[in-house]
């Protein structure tokens, strides 16, 4: 099973693509037992107009009534060559392993 968390720019379409920095904390789902990141690396290329996402490869325990586990996710830095970015009001999100669903991080344009 997979879990997407989407990444998206707001306010504005890049002309380059904008890379992000991301890092995940332990809930009670726990990293390399729970759930593993697809990505070779923490960073996820928003390309110019478009919502990427960052995808986990999730793994079902044996234990039949042992209830959602969480983890979080947080964005921690961007960059893009073509102009100001900067990480919107929500840089992290806790994702639920239950049934398989989808996320999303907005981020937002720069101001100055």
């Given at each position: 099973d997979t879990i997407s968390v989407g990444v998206?720019?707001?306010?504005g379409v890049p002309s380059t693509d904008v890379e992000v920095v991301w890092a995940t904390t332990d809930g009670?789902?726990?990293?390399?037992?729970?759930?593993?990141?697809?990505?070779a690396t923490n960073i996820v290329t928003v390309l110019?107009?478009?919502?990427t996402t960052i995808d986990f490869d999730?793994?079902?325990?044996?234990l039949i009534d042992e209830g959602d586990e969480t983890f979080t996710v947080t964005l921690t830095?961007?960059?893009?060559?073509?102009g100001s970015f900067q990480l919107g009001t929500q840089t992290t999100f806790?994702?639920?392993i239950s049934d398989a669903t989808t996320h999303c991080i907005k981020l937002e344009t720069g101001t100055g």
């Open positions: 998206t720019v707001s306010g009670t789902a726990e990293s390399g037992v729970d759930f593993v990141s697809s990505s110019a107009g478009a919502t999730i793994s079902r325990d044996s830095s961007v960059s893009s060559s073509s806790t994702v639920t």
